[in-house]
Structure formats: C-alpha cells, structure tokens
C-alpha cells in the first residue's frame, strides 16, 4: 500500500514537500517514483529512485527545482518541490516496481495528492 501526503494550494515560486508512505509488500526492495496528472492530460513521469538511492532519474522540466529522497528505515519516499510554476498544478503519484522505471509500467500506485500551484 502507498499513501501520498503533502499537498496543497501554493504561489508560484513556492515549495512542497511530499511524502509517500509504504507498507506491505512495497514496503521492502522497491524502487520508488513520482508521476503527476493534470486536468485532461496523460500521467506522465516526474522522479524515480532506487531502493538504494544510488540511481536517481528526473524528467526535464523539474530537474534542479525537485529533489527525491527516499529514508528506508521509515519505508518513505519524499519529493521536494521548489520554484513552483503553475505548469506544475497536477495530481501527484508516487509508485513502487522492483525496476527502477521511468514509464508507467510501475506495479504498485497510490491515490495521489493534488498539487496546485497559483500564478
């Protein structure tokens, strides 16, 4: 089970943190990562980490403003936002596979906490 926290209303330019608790099966070896939706536009990747950390993956449009972490002792994986543009209002998902992927073949989704960010 993954369950998404963190999310909310802020400005343009502002920061998020957030969290995405992991239990069970995926609580154990996975790699972890953030994909987001916004209103009638297609899930798309945003941040992937392996379950050592050691390979970390962005996609473009938010490298050097997200960062994903992840502390395996608390089976929780974060992404921290900063610079936040309005382009990034979407519903944010963390997922779990044994791969660590980029693509939406991951086997494991949470429910998604809503991001909104204000011009």
């Known amino acids: 089970q993954l369950v998404e926290s963190g999310g909310g209303l802020v400005q343009a330019g502002g920061s998020l943190r957030l969290s995405c608790a992991a239990s069970g099966r995926t609580g154990s070896s996975y790699a972890m990562g953030w994909f987001r939706q916004a209103p009638g536009k297609e899930r798309e990747f945003v941040a992937a980490?392996?379950?050592?950390?050691?390979?970390?993956y962005y996609e473009d449009s938010v490298k050097g403003r997200f960062t994903i972490s992840r502390d395996n002792a608390k089976n929780t994986v974060y992404l921290q936002m900063n610079s936040l543009k309005p382009e990034d209002t979407a519903v944010y998902y963390c997922?779990?596979?044994?791969?660590?992927?980029?693509?939406?073949?991951?086997?494991?989704w949470g429910q998604g906490t809503q991001v909104t960010v204000s011009s």
């Open positions: 997922a779990a596979d044994r791969l660590v992927l980029t693509d939406l073949r991951y086997t494991y």
């Open positions: 980490i392996s379950w050592s950390g050691g390979r970390i």
